[in-house]
């Protein structure tokens, strides 16, 4: 339904920064009508930009992204914007995801006023008191500012948005990492159950290794810019290196991550500085392959 | 919401609002009272002032203060506090058109170098040769070729002026620019102009009543440097400007001239400032620099 083909994306470094830092490196990715795909990975790499890039936010520097089958570079500006309902987005930060001189209700109704034909003939008000009805929310929140709400409210209001248009592809970036623990929960509860009535394809990312294992239908792992590993059970099964150790007891959100200020070495694995099994082979970057159930990048594996 | 602590970057004032900033807020209170009364003044001079300012009185010239002419006369016998109350019209007029102007252009020129990454560049360094002439320097080749009217100083206060708007909406532009509900919007299929007009630029108003305040009080300024310079509205209209140049050389004789003028000029400025800066304390806590 949506793929990624070589998907490589250089930020532009200024005068002084080194113009060869790739944010995302030769990534491929698919994802399937109604099926969820958990990204997991360390802040910093690149998991957002991958994700931006897939909404084609963010124009690849290299590579192809293809919507139905159809390559979205090739299409005109009109006609992505006219393709774009069915793309949606659940950031990070629910107090800068709405207007804040816009009342909730006007924004959760934007996406029918940039597409007016996807109302088909229903009544504005009528879809609001859906929208609001589905994620939760009273009449009388909508009826006021971003500002008056709380996170997990707003963070339902940016659900009503994205659902508005029942698009067939929505991408979470880490919806619930700014939320109370106790609050997360049920904004979860609420992306599942909304996913599965639309039936749309969903692109969770995310750095809690729990939450990626109980939401994907399939897992990618990405370090430094690449997929290290990914199919259906690789949370249970790891067999890269780095996957065994994220889903280690401490995993990494626990300060079990690598250390930020080591060097990664020009041509070599992303993970050789801190594998336990590296050898000479991994100075050359292991192409990712096949095995069976999933895809892994590591010499070792074979 | 608690009193005395709303937000212009959060939400449109209301009135209730407003009122509860202004009960906590004296130096604003000042501002707004001082600047709201020499706009009625101005406007209602027909009815306050006691002569027609151009009528001369001959025989009563350099006259002192009396319940007929309240600040004396002029070297023509010209009442001068009725010329002082019409004198605002023309200055206060030219002033609010330029602002206007100026805002409308650092609005278009702001917004359109921040969004868009590849004009950034050129209008940005337009913008840099503008801001790099001091403003009377590009208002007195204007003046020379289109002369001392009214619209020559609206040119000449434009030129240089709408450079310091653009750099600051830009920067406005920049931050809003990179919030979650332009990326959702624009995920959702926005076109620019939705973004910029329906996003961007509600989000600017904070910055952009600021600045305009502050440059209401340097546009009547540059206005009665104009006129002090004899390059400002030509006599017999009443400026004030004008009307310091010409009184100054009988500041002994006729002190009223100068001074009722020049304290116009002080009490106006006076309060843009105070509004402008408090304006800007609401708007952004953390800075206390001035931008103009």
Known sequence: MIEGRGLTKYFDAGFLGDPSAAAVDSVDIHIGPGETLALVGESGCGKSTLGRMLLYLIHPTRGDVLFEGKNLAKMRGSELRALRWKFQIVSQHPDNALNPRWTVARSILEPFRIHSKRLNGRGMNGELERLIDLVGLEPEQAARYPHQLSGGELQRAVIARAIALDPAFIVCDEPTSMLDVSIQASIIRLLQERQKAIGCACLFITHDIQLARILGDRVAVMLGGRIVEEGEKILDHPLHPFTQRIVSPHGISQGNGLPEDCKIIPGACTYLPFCPRGTGRCHTLPEIQDYGDRRVSCHMVA | ?292
């Open chain 2, 1 to 292: 919401m608690d009193a005395g602590c709303v937000n212009l970057q959060d939400r449109f004032p209301t009135l209730r609002g407003i009122m509860d900033v202004l009960r906590g807020n004296v130096t604003l209170t000042a501002g707004l009272v001082i600047f709201f009364t020499l706009f009625l003044i101005t406007i209602l001079a027909p009815v306050i002032a006691p002569h027609d300012p151009a009528e001369q009185d001959l025989g009563n010239r350099f006259a002192s203060p009396t319940p007929e002419y309240p600040l004396g006369t002029d070297q023509f016998g010209r009442c001068i506090f009725s010329r002082t109350v019409y004198g605002g019209q023309i200055s206060l007029a030219i002033a609010v058109i330029s602002t206007v102007a100026c805002v409308l252009i650092g609005i278009l020129v702001g917004m359109y170098a921040g969004y868009y990454p590849r004009l950034d560049a050129p209008l940005m360094r337009m913008t840099d040769i503008f801001l790099a002439f001091p403003a009377i320097v590009l208002a007195l080749p204007i003046i020379a070729i289109v002369g001392p009217t009214p619209l020559g100083i609206i040119l000449a206060i434009l030129l240089p002026g709408w450079a310091k708007f653009a750099r600051v909406i830009r920067s406005s532009t920049l931050s809003v620019k990179s919030s979650g509900f332009v990326e959702a919007s624009k995920a959702a299929g926005a076109t620019d102009t939705h973004i910029l007009f329906r996003h961007i630029l509600p989000n600017c108003y904070g910055p952009i009543i600021e600045i305009a305040t502050l440059g209401l009080g340097s546009k009547i300024i540059t206005i009665t440097s104009l006129g002090f310079l004899g390059l400002g509205v030509q006599p017999p209209i009443p400026e004030w400007g004008t009307m310091i140049n010409q009184g100054l050389t009988m500041l002994e004789k006729a002190p009223m001239i100068a001074l009722s003028a020049g304290s116009m000029i002080v009490l106006f400025v006076l309060a843009t400032n105070l509004i402008g800066s408090e304006l800007r304390k609401i708007i952004d806590p953390r800075s206390d620099t001035i931008v103009i």
